[in-house]
């Protein structure tokens, strides 16, 4: 018989997507959840000891194997594909929608200074960004979000993983973009319409 | 600073393009180019000398303006706005009775409020460039195995050429029949009006067949409406369209949750991306 570890590490393996701990128990649905989150466990520690290839990533809410960053260099030579490239007007507009999604494009633009419905559109596009719903206020604007990519792209388990925000002494901004409630945190789940 | 030289207006004809990408590159906004000056002339961000700062801010955009007229747009109502505060700080305050609590603050307080949230989320993009990115520093295996990809045939979906997209429209408008009298009357249907149509079609489904969305729509006047309403939910990234093998069926597939599957109206679909 095999042991649960090699069937989660084989389904880990040949997975496209990041699993999540949901998706491994529906597919593995006569082992116990906590089993199943205990050899989760034990692959990420056994891949964490950083002596192969690949490892184990805590990424868009899931498990996913990936190459060692260390051996980035090596792979660009494999890959022949292009790679990710962000712009700065793109990082900065992400950065943005990451932090303080749910937003409306009229926020970001006030917030950056520049209008922004081509890098918004660019980053839709990618995959980056999607719409969320549509805001409750006069003209009902679109509202963006990140999308799992994101958290993919970036490497991030999930939005609440994101690096905290260098907190600007005094003067903590009271305009009208604060009507908006705190991030809505954590996980995916932001699916909120206003 | 640097301004094209002679040299390169020669060499390359375009050059005027070539130098205002270069520029919007160096500085993303007003916001950008103000923190730059700031940190240039090393003063304090709660205490901004507005003339001297208003000053180099204008000699920028003399430059950019001699490069590219258009670009100066976002920077001219910067341009505007620390010209604004600097008249304020000039002026003396009303008197006793009539001064608000917004006339107290110091008219620099908003700008630098904004400066300095607009600095956070830089960083902040800094920091997630710094990030291990897929793709950049870290590598997933982005290939199905063979013999899967042979079990589920579904996942090898092929992207929809427009030719074949055309083709399937013709189709569709080619089982209409054609009409022989003459009909009065408008048939009020709009193009948003059937994308909420067909939003609610393929609520909760995976995918339809491009050819059942033209189900109901009798005459060449609908068929075109419902056409031109899958192109626009494909431009709007809310459906993709695809096909399992070549010369099949083309799929409409949804790509929004459900949250996002609310009424969209034309001025929705204009608005944003004008």
């Known amino acids: 018989m095999t042991s649960l570890k090699s069937v989660v590490e084989s389904l880990l393996f040949v997975a496209d997507t990041p699993l999540t701990l949901d998706r491994l128990c529906s597919i593995l649905e006569e082992h116990d959840r906590r089993d199943i989150s205990d050899t989760v466990a034990e692959l990420l520690a056994e891949y964490g000891e950083g002596t192969r290839g690949i490892y184990l990533a805590e990424v868009a809410g899931g498990w996913q194997l990936r190459s060692r960053p260390e051996n980035a260099d090596y792979l660009r030579r494999l890959n022949r594909s292009r790679p990710y490239r962000f712009s700065n007007s793109s990082l900065e507009t992400l950065a943005i929608v990451a932090y303080r999604q749910p937003i409306t494009r009229a926020e970001v633009e006030y917030l950056r200074g520049v209008d922004s419905g081509g890098v918004l559109k660019t980053l839709l596009e990618k995959k980056m960004l999607r719409i969320l719903g549509k805001k409750d206020i006069p003209g009902r604007p679109l509202i963006y979000g990140t999308s799992r990519e994101f958290l993919e792209a970036f490497n991030l388990k999930d939005l609440a993983s994101l690096p905290t925000l260098k907190e600007v002494q005094e003067l903590t901004a009271r305009d009208l973009l604060e009507q908006q409630e705190e991030l809505p945190l954590p996980g995916l789940n932001v699916n909120s319409k206003e | ?274």
């Open chain 2, 1 to 274: 600073m640097t301004v094209a030289s002679p040299a390169d207006i020669i060499l390359f004809p375009d050059s005027y393009q070539t130098v205002y990408t270069i520029r919007t590159e160096a500085f993303e906004g007003p916001f950008d180019l103000l923190l730059h000056l700031i940190k240039k002339n090393e003063v304090d961000i709660y205490n901004i000398p507005i003339a001297a700062i208003t000053r180099q801010y204008l000699d920028y955009l003399d430059v950019m303006q001699e490069l590219n007229l258009d670009i100066a747009g976002d920077f001219l109502v910067m341009a505007s706005t620390l010209i604004q505060i600097k008249s304020r700080m000039l002026l003396p305050l009303p008197p006793d009775e009539e001064i608000g609590e917004e006339d107290l603050e110091d008219p620099r307080a908003e700008l630098v409020r904004r400066l300095l949230e607009y600095q956070k989320y830089r960083e902040a993009a800094v920091s997630l460039a710094q990030r291990e990115l897929l793709g950049r520093d870290t590598f997933v295996r982005d290939f199905a195995a063979p013999e899967l990809a042979e079990i589920e045939p579904e996942q090898e979906r092929l992207e929809v050429e427009l030719f074949e997209l055309i083709e399937a429209f013709r189709r569709v408008l080619a089982t209409v029949p054609e009409q022989t009298f003459h009909e009065v009357g408008a048939e009020g249907l709009s193009i948003a009006d059937r994308i909420n149509e067909l939003l609610l079609l393929l609520q909760g489904t995976d995918a339809a067949v491009f050819e059942n969305l033209f189900i109901g729509s009798a005459t060449r006047e609908q068929v075109i409406i419902t056409f031109l309403a899958i192109l626009e939910l494909c431009r709007l990234n809310m459906v993709r369209l695809a096909q399992a093998r070549s010369f099949g069926s083309i799929l409409v597939i949804p790509t929004l949750l459900d949250a996002a599957a609310e009424a969209v109206t034309e001025e929705d679909l204009d608005r944003d991306f004008a």
